[in-house]
């Protein structure tokens, strides 16, 4: 079978051109290697000229370097066409770099949906603070105002609690 099946021919040529694979065009899908197989696929995908594209796990099969390089591809192209596209992921990274909007799930509903800015500094709940990015933990008690842990007292507007954990990101902390 070749690279792309028969569509129109222009807009198999223009899809070609915009993926970067068309000097791979009378190759069969044997002989790509993961990356071009993946531009092969985004290809086929566009010929057809969408209005939104549902890409799931697009580059799960790829290595890290390849990876990197074909999720900034693919963000370039879908926003040069105007391409709306639900990309579904379980890095993290590629969703906070290329999402306008991200949606995190849990348990098959939405734990929350925001620009990835909100999700990753604004998280909804404890779930979504850990699930995204890396996160810094001190246990602790909570009481009178005050979160009182191993490293001393910090005055929190809060409700008392016997057991409670302050979360920050890294790049909040500073060393005084």
Do not use: W
């Amino acid at each position: 079978m070749d690279v792309v099946d028969a569509s129109a021919n222009g807009s198999r040529k223009v899809a070609l051109a915009l993926c970067r694979i068309a000097e791979l065009a009378d190759r069969r899908i044997d002989q790509l290697s993961g990356g071009q197989r993946q531009r092969v696929a985004l290809a086929r995908a566009l010929a057809a000229r969408p209005r939104a594209l549902l890409l799931d796990e697009p580059l799960t099969a790829l290595d890290a370097s390849l990876r990197d390089h074909l999720r900034g591809e693919i963000d370039a192209l879908l926003r040069r066409l105007g391409i709306t596209a639900v990309y579904v992921t379980h890095d993290q990274a590629e969703a906070m770099t290329i999402a306008d909007r991200v949606v995190v799930m849990r348990k098959g509903g939405i734990a929350q949906s925001g620009s990835p800015q909100e999700i990753y500094f604004r998280p909804a709940d404890r779930f979504v603070a850990e699930f995204v990015g890396l996160m810094n933990r001190i246990d602790g008690r909570l009481q009178g105002g005050v979160f009182d842990g191993p490293a001393g007292r910090l005055p929190l507007p809060a409700a008392d609690r016997p057991d409670a954990a302050l979360f920050f990101r890294p790049e909040a902390a500073r060393i005084l």
